[in-house]
């Protein structure tokens, strides 16, 4: 068995070699039974071996004593709705999310949570390994539930604005011929907006651009496709559409950091003093526009499961990631991707402004890195090395949360270890475009 496929926050692998048929019903085996479950719902993305997963997972799902509901082709989100809304006890995704099409996997909520490697996946795994040759007496058919969720999920994302106040924006989206085109389409039927579709079409192949937003040269055809229609804005989807990057209307690219602090500002205009969670590569932008407008801003570990837990612990309304994952507490704590679309179409709307003008602020005022990897040797010995060549400065302020953070008054940095692969994580922003590239090679000269 391939240890390596139960992620921090998922599983994912290389389908058959690393993740099949015979694996998935284990885990489906095995999850059931660690939390006694009792009334899940499953779906899946648009792989083609999807189907195959779905049918092993929910045989496994049964063997262990659950009662099962299909829940369709969706997006991720549109699981972690159902699980809360229905009032599922636990929830599956077939899908590799971002991944190439070789990829397959499995996203697991537990009462409408997201479990990770602390709170589930390693136990699973622990159990899977250790009953690998143990032969699983699978039922040969299985009697399941079927539920099409569709009208509810527009209903509910759709209840986050006031659907009267968007203006008749013309709005580029690419599905990335993931799932979201029917979920988009769908969606604005309700509003008095143009919709400017692009790769909607589920292809598996992905033949246009790999469904994967976060890497700047998969939104190109987007970029272009806004300039040459005039529209007011672009959003590009993953492949199970749980995230969304938006595009300004000249066609400028936007981090998933900035689109946090203005997502915050959307959260707080309505509600004065609210609490905004966000990871801590990146923290400038979001704390003093959260602090700027009454809010009570709030560090988490990355990843949706540490993000939903800090959020429920502080009750938070709104969490961000730089990438790209946005949470909301109506939203049972959980990501989801159209609800941010909804918010800034709205944002846009009722300031009467161009998303660029919301954006040159924050683009004007920090310089930031996109998140970049570096293989090592020793995760551990490079924080050290680096933390011990800072730690003397004057004006240094250090902090262990989630890796390493070094600040200082016009720069900062993050490093962290990846929890799976020899590579460490850098994003570093700096006040002043002037010494941006220098301190971006002084730490690169540090990395080993």
């Known amino acids: 068995m391939d240890e390596s496929i139960f992620k921090a926050y998922d599983i994912r692998g290389i389908y ?9 019903s284990k885990i489906g085996y095995y999850y059931v039974k660690f939390f006694n479950l009792k009334n899940i719902c499953v779906g899946r993305d648009i792989r083609s071996s999807s189907p195959s997963l779905f049918d092993s997972f929910v045989k496994g799902a049964v063997l262990a004593g659950a009662k099962v509901t299909d829940i369709g082709i969706i997006s991720t989100d549109m699981m972690y709705f159902a699980s809360g809304f229905y009032d599922f006890d636990g929830g599956a995704q077939i899908t590799a999310s971002h991944n190439p099409k070789e990829y397959n996997g499995l996203k697991l909520v537990k009462e409408g949570e997201p479990i990770s490697i602390d709170d ?11 009953n690998i040759d143990n032969k699983l007496d ?19 994302v759709l209840s986050f604005v006031d659907k009267d106040k968007i203006e ?44 994967n937003p976060m890497d700047e040269k ?23 559409a749980d995230r969304c990057m938006f595009v300004d209307e000249k066609g400028g690219y936007t981090s998933g950091y900035f689109m946090t602090a203005i997502l915050a500002k959307n959260i707080l205009m309505k ?40 959020m429920k612990e502080e009750d938070a309304l709104f969490g961000g990631e730089i990438s790209a994952h946005f949470y909301f507490k109506k939203n049972y704590y959980s990501d989801n991707g159209m609800i941010p679309l909804l918010m800034v179409l709205e944002l846009l709307s009722i300031n009467k402004e161009k998303l660029s003008s919301l954006l040159d602020y924050y683009r004007n005022t920090y310089t930031v890195t ?8 020793s995760i551990d010995e490079n924080l050290e090395r680096i933390e011990n060549f800072y730690k003397d400065m004057s004006g240094v302020k250090i902090s262990h949360f989630d890796g390493v953070s070094i600040e200082f008054d016009n720069w900062r940095f993050n490093l962290r270890g990846s929890n799976t692969e020899p590579l ?8 002043s475009k002037d010494i941006f590239e220098e301190k971006l090679k002084e730490v690169e000269s540090l990395i080993k």
Request: net charge negative; hydrophobic share 40%.
């Open 271 to 310: 509600n004065k003093g609210a609490k905004i969670v966000h990871s801590p590569q990146l923290t400038w932008a979001v704390d003093e526009t959260v602090e700027s407008l009454g809010g009570i801003s709030i560090l988490s570990k990355t990843g949706h499961s540490f993000v939903a837990k800090k």
């Open 16 to 24: 058959p070699t690393s993740i099949n048929e015979a694996l998935v």
């Open 424 to 431: 460490i994580r850098l994003n570093l922003e700096t006040r």
């Open 370 to 377: 996109p998140e970049i990897n570096y293989t090592v040797n």
């Open 120 to 130: 589930g996946i390693q136990d699973i795994r622990d159990l899977v390994k250790k």
């Open 218 to 240: 998969n939104v190109l055809d987007l970029e272009e496709k806004i300039v040459e229609v005039g529209a007011d804005l672009g959003v590009a989807f993953d492949g199970d």
């Open 138 to 156: 699978l039922p040969e058919t299985y009697s399941l539930d079927n539920k099409d969720i569709l009208d509810d999920y527009i209903k509910h």
């Open 168 to 211: 008749n924006l013309k709005v580029v989206i690419d599905a990335g011929n993931g799932v979201a085109g029917y979920i988009v389409e769908a969606i604005f039927k309700h509003l008095n907006c143009t919709l400017v579709p692009l790769y909607f079409e589920p292809d598996e192949n992905f033949p246009n651009h790999p469904a």
